[in-house]
């Protein structure tokens, strides 16, 4: 029997193989995991964003029930050695030092407080409840010093230091790009616009709370960590730098997770503090947050505030941009928080062929949690600001959005092509894809339609917002850690195949997806693949899902892996049918002589074959196993575009979005379904970010906006997610512009509904209330906002 | 500090259990912590998210702002319960066939949600779904398209 590799190989939309496990109630994450003799922890935080402090447990030690209490005093007192600083994934961007080491991230406050949920000690006790009622008995004396919670705060001449070794507050600067070039574009120009923004921090909020899970055994002094990580090698990695453990005495398994999108990335001091303890009272610990405790520490995104320019000549041509960030880092500089300046400068440009772009970032620590990685990074806060700027200068020009966009997008001709903001855009054919989406809106009857609607006081708009991504992170000496993709295949002698991903699924579908591409290398059906991933037990090595590289890079891997074993099976082939291995063809799972197709020789009899080691060319191994580390030789750049129609009250702020398209390119499709999900997925999120959601500190640098709530922005207190009701249906239309560098042409695409989207949004709002002479609207844009706008002081 | 405890009989996925329990036990910890059903997930722990939505007595509830003792005598149905011998009911199956889902966290919680909710509107417009069926259910994955076409789906089928 042949098996039809084109039902469930690369391009088809077959079923996830993860859903019915869930949907029995069968899922287990970390909180699920049965242990019967753990102890809970539970961090003591500080209620404070700057302080100094001492802390008072003697109380809590007494409670019955608890186990230890950990003070600084006693982690530092501890025989276990005290976990070392975080290291930083890179260097902020090309020619720009690492900043100061003490900025790296501390797993602890030692005494003095930095950030409202900072760690300052730990309760571990039988139970959770007991940990939780002991953590009341624990008195701490805060004396404050000023919090600066906002960069402009951090960098007033009257500021306090947050850490001494930086007076200024200020991290790290540097720019990117030509200045010189660019200033000289912007004397030359015939029109500029100039947009301010805030700096919006946002939470990645996935729906299951963080949670992690040490076990240590003393006699092989192996620490096994059950946690909530993107990356499960690379964290091994980094716990075994902190905790000066040896790495091949540390394994890292991640069960179900409920999500990640960039936050689950990178350890938490909690994450290193779990293994620590576990070390230390040589015990299995469990911690487990609140929603609260979770959005207090977790990561934020963006953080980026300032000003971006646009220059265009009388023409229509973009001549320049130009951008001068503050990034609000936190009061520490997270693993990857460095590196997102570069990430975000890279693609400054879009989709545009612009011939001068200078970015400056100036890299700033406040008292507020750590800013790290959220799907779309600085991708998001760029693009959005520049398809803004393209939109408003087209019409101080006079011109129409789309066609200046159509004008200047890079011709498929000009790939590979050099950004002025130092990237190299892969492949990309920008304006047949945008057509597609303008078809779909009749976008010239639509710009009609909404001349003639505002004759009768209804207000359309249509926003527009192109997207690209850093996709596929890689290749290696681009950053300070590895970034190949791992992919190790292993066909049974049965010839079923079990994957071994060094990626991490949590809600991507890699079981299905990386299954089709070894379905389509290998010619065997989708059921005959299993898929293992998210454990340094059974994988050797990864680096972990994040900024879009599974589907390029793992993928890229695991057919790697794949075409090694079906070079090998067609050695054993041709040694079988007594041909030379290169008259030897592969098909739909059968190896058979060129000449001689009725000879053919099943894979999984090939399979078996090379297992036994019996009758295989004398030269080579038994076994049908590979692994592929693969390095690509650059990232890949999928692209599209969102177009929204929304319709505006003016007489009351609200707003109903009528019509959103996207188009999308992201090379060959692994699963058509999958990758519309994520793109609707990323929208919600993307819309979020325009609409509802911000994280907000009070003055004294308090977290206001921890618990989840159920309402739209505008009292104080709690973070709105989108809810089903405030999504449109969205249309998707794809294209398909391979990527020229990766094994089947795939280019990743897990962020681009939260780079599109909130660009998109806002310019259809603002488009919307055009004739009101609006000034320029800060995200995220609630009711009462453009309420505000439109009938501001002023104004008649 | 010793706590009264009370006894409370629950009928858990047709298993009757007595439990004694502190006042303050919320029906969410006694069903995970007590009797195993780690389906029922915790993403808020404040009436917000839904991924601990239970059906109680037909209604569905969320399990994390209940306590044990205002279930005495309830009969307490979880996703676990739904399918029959491992076909999956028709709710269940248009969520895979629709790929409404990818973490799945929220998954349980809204399944039950909509198992309820399609008992009294059969036949639910899209805005109804949206509006009124998801109303009390966030997911951060999905963007919800897919789950109304699952809901949608359902529907159709129940017919
Ligand atoms: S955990 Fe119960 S509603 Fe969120
Ligand atoms: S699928 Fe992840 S929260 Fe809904």
């Known amino acids: ?796 | 500090m010793t706590v009264e405890k009370e006894e409370v009989t629950v009928t858990v996925n047709g298993e009757s259990h007595v439990v004694s329990v502190e006042p303050r036990e919320l029906l969410s910890q006694t069903l995970r912590e007590r009797m195993g059903c780690t389906e029922i997930n915790i993403g808020c722990e404040s009436a917000i998210c839904g991924a601990c939505t239970v059906q109680s007595d037909g209604k569905s509830v969320k399990s994390c702002t209940r306590f044990t003792v205002q279930a005495d005598g309830a009969d307490i149905r979880t996703v676990s319960d739904l399918a029959d011998e491992g076909t999956l009911t028709d709710i269940q199956q248009a969520f895979t066939d629709e790929h409404a889902l990818q973490c799945g966290y929220c998954t349980p919680g809204i399944v039950m949600a909509v198992d309820e909710y399609l008992d009294h509107n059969t036949d639910p417009s899209r805005e109804e779904i949206r509006n009124e069926a998801l109303q009390g259910n966030l997911c951060r994955c999905t963007g919800y398209e897919n789950i109304v076409d699952a809901v949608e789906t359902a529907a159709e089928k129940l017919d």
């Open chain 1, 1 to 796: 029997m042949t098996p039809n590799h084109s039902d469930s190989g690369i391009g088809s939309s077959v079923s996830r193989k993860e859903d019915r496990k869930v949907l029995l109630g069968g899922s287990k994450g970390v909180d699920d995991i049965p242990l019967s003799d753990a102890l809970h922890i539970q961090f003591i935080r500080s209620e404070k964003a700057h302080a100094t402090f001492t802390v008072d447990a003697t109380d809590a030690r007494d409670v019955s029930g608890v186990v230890a209490v950990y003070t600084p005093d006693d982690i530092k007192q501890s025989e276990t050695t005290t976990p070392n600083p975080f290291t930083l994934f890179s260097a902020p961007m090309e020619g720009v030092p690492y900043p100061d080491d003490s900025l790296r991230q501390r797993s602890f406050a030692e005494d003095k407080v930095h950030y409202h949920g900072e760690i300052i000690g730990m309760v571990v006790a039988e139970t959770q409840r007991i940990a939780r009622d002991a953590l009341d008995e624990i008195t701490i004396e805060y004396d404050i010093i000023g919090p600066v919670v906002t960069p402009q705060e951090a960098t007033a001449d009257d500021a306090a230091a947050i850490h001494e070794s930086v007076p200024d507050n200020v991290a790290f600067e540097g720019g990117q790009g030509d200045r010189d070039l660019t200033d000289e574009q912007f004397e030359n120009a015939a029109y500029t616009v100039e947009l301010e923004k805030d700096a919006q921090r946002v939470s990645p909020t996935p729906l299951e709370p963080r949670a992690a899970i040490g076990q240590y055994d003393e006699a092989t002094e192996h620490l096994d960590i059950i946690a909530t990580t993107q990356i499960p090698h690379a964290y091994r990695r980094l716990l075994a730098q902190m905790l000066e453990h040896p790495e091949n005495k540390i394994d890292v398994t991640v069960p179900d997770m409920g999500g990640g999108f960039g936050a689950r990335q990178h350890p938490y001091p909690a994450d290193v503090l779990v293994g620590w303890c576990a070390v230390d009272l040589e015990r299995t610990v469990k911690w487990r947050s609140t929603r609260t405790e979770n959005q207090l520490v977790e990561n934020d995104g963006r953080g980026y505030e300032g000003t971006w320019e646009i220059a265009l000549s009388e023409q229509g041509d973009i001549l320049a941009v130009r951008a001068d960030i503050r990034y609000d880092l936190g009061a520490w500089i997270a693993r990857g928080a460095a590196s997102l300046a570069e990430a975000g400068n890279l693609l400054m440009t879009g989709l545009y062929d612009i011939p001068a772009a200078y970015s400056h970032v100036t890299g700033i620590v406040t008292n507020t949690a750590r800013i790290d990685a959220y799907r779309g990074v600085s991708a998001t806060p760029m693009l959005m600001m520049l398809e803004r700027l393209v939109s408003k200068v087209a019409k101080k020009a006079g011109m129409d959005p789309a066609a200046v966009r159509k004008r200047n997008f890079v011709d498929p001709d000009q790939f590979p092509y050099q950004t002025a903001g130092g990237a190299k855009y892969d492949s990309g054919d920008y304006e047949r894809n945008f057509d597609i989406g303008l078809d779909e809106l009749d976008y010239s009857s639509l710009r009609e339609r909404q001349e003639q609607l505002r004759e009768e006081g209804r207000y359309i708009g249509i926003g527009i917002s192109c997207w690209t991504e850093v996709a596929g992170l890689g290749p290696c000496g681009h950053i300070d850690v590895a970034t190949w993709g791992y992919g190790g295949v292993q066909v049974h002698p049965t010839g079923e195949v079990t994957v071994y991903a060094g990626s991490s699924n949590h809600g991507q579908g890699h079981e299905t997806s990386l299954g089709q591409v070894a379905s389509h290398e290998l010619g065997v059906p989708l059921d005959s693949v299993t898929v293992v991933e998210n454990s340094t037990k059974e994988v050797t090595e990864g680096v972990g899902t994040y900024a879009s590289r599974t589907a390029a890079l793992t993928g890229g891997a695991v057919a790697k892996s794949c075409r090694k074993i079906v070079q090998k099976g067609g050695k054993v082939a041709a040694h079988e049918t007594g041909v030379t291995p290169d008259v030897i063809e592969f098909d739909d799972g059968t190896y058979y002589p060129i000449d001689s197709p009725e000879d053919a020789v099943t894979f999984s009899e090939v399979a078996r074959q090379v297992h036994m080691g019996a009758d295989i060319p004398e030269e080579m191994e038994p076994g049908l196993e590979e692994q592929t580390y693969y390095d690509p030789e650059n990232c890949t750049w999928p692209f599209g575009t969102h177009m929204v129609v929304v319709e505006v009250d003016p007489d009351t702020g609200e707003y109903d979005i009528d019509q959103y398209v996207a188009t999308e390119d992201c090379g060959v499709q692994i699963n058509p379904t999958i990758v519309e999900g994520q793109i609707v997925g990323g929208i919600a999120q993307g819309l979020g970010q325009a609409l509802y959601e911000e994280v907000e500190y009070a003055d004294d640098g308090t977290h206001l906006s921890a618990p989840l709530r159920d309402e739209t922005l505008g009292s104080n207190g709690g973070y709105t997610v989108p809810k089903a009701e405030h999504m449109p249906d969205i249309t998707i239309k794809s294209t398909t512009t391979p990527s020229p560098h990766t094994p089947h042409g795939a280019k990743g695409m897990g962020e681009s509904g939260t780079v599109a989207a909130p660009g998109a949004i806002v310019n259809a709002i603002e488009d919307a209330i055009e004739p009101f002479d609006i000034d320029p609207m800060t995200p995220p844009i609630t009711p009462e906002k453009v309420w505000m706008a439109i009938n501001r002081e002023g104004k008649e």
